[in-house]
């Protein structure tokens, strides 16, 4: 079973902190990484997009990938109670049909206290 | 403006009474893909489609039928809906098969 696993949470923080959001998945043949965040009862929006190992810089967000170890994350600077959403890693996998689909995580709850 | 149009945002129906959910998108996007959101479930896939007439079941496909007769458009049909349908229903569309998807607003499906 190809899966992708993120702790549920909530997880929080004071405003102004740094958010550290974990994700990891099974399938080694993965070569896309998603995170989408989600407000509640809203449609899952794409914030960050990584393809290969290393760091990746936006704003005050930073998604990080390590292919060898199965694991992608989300940093989130200075975190604003604006930024208290579900969180949803999304991967890459290969579907029956040998083409690509997005495999996502249960999503991990973030609370940014003020 | 680009986007993922779903019809309609909330529906209450009665079991057995057959419905389509209708998905459009204007990116002209070869894939597209049916998504069903549940408490403590995730976002799980349903059918996706890589294009016109071409379409391949995902990970919950029971009880759900799709067609893509036209590149925008790729309805969801349940046939004899059931209360374990009642769920959160997102389309979404991609340019390519890695990704990434832009999703539809939703579709908040009861069955009673």
């Known amino acids: 079973q190809k899966e992708v696993e993120q702790n549920s949470g909530p997880l929080s923080v004071p405003e102004g902190a740094i958010a550290s959001l974990n994700c990891t998945y099974s399938?080694?043949?993965?070569?896309?990484f998603f995170w989408y965040r989600q407000y509640s009862g809203k449609s899952p929006e794409l914030i960050m997009s990584?393809?290969?190992?290393g760091d990746k810089e936006d704003g005050r967000f930073t998604a990080q990938l390590n292919k060898a170890s199965q694991y992608v994350s989300l940093l989130i600077r200075d975190s604003q109670p604006s930024d208290s959403a579900t969180y949803l890693c999304?991967?890459?996998?290969?579907?029956?049909?040998?083409?690509?689909?997005?495999?996502f995580g249960q999503g991990t709850t973030l609370q940014v206290k003020p | 403006e680009a986007q993922v149009t779903q019809n309609p945002r909330y529906l209450i129906t009665v079991t057995g009474k057959k419905l389509t959910v209708t998905c459009s998108q204007n990116m002209n996007h070869e894939y597209m893909s049916w998504y069903r959101q549940d408490p403590g479930l995730g976002l799980r896939q349903i059918y996706y489609s890589m294009n016109v007439e071409v379409t391949d079941k995902g990970d919950v496909p029971e009880g759900y039928k799709v067609s893509r007769k036209e590149k925008r458009n790729f309805p969801l049909i349940l046939e004899s809906p059931s209360p374990n349908q009642t769920s959160l229903y997102f389309c979404?569309?991609?340019?390519?098969?890695?990704?990434?998807?832009?999703f539809g607003s939703g579709t908040r499906l009861t069955v009673v």
């Open positions: 399938d080694r043949g993965s070569q896309s």
């Open positions: 999304a991967v890459n996998t290969i579907g029956s049909s040998n083409t690509g689909k997005l495999i």
């Open positions: 990584i393809y290969s190992n």
């Open positions: 979404a569309s991609s340019s390519r098969d890695r990704g990434p998807y832009t």
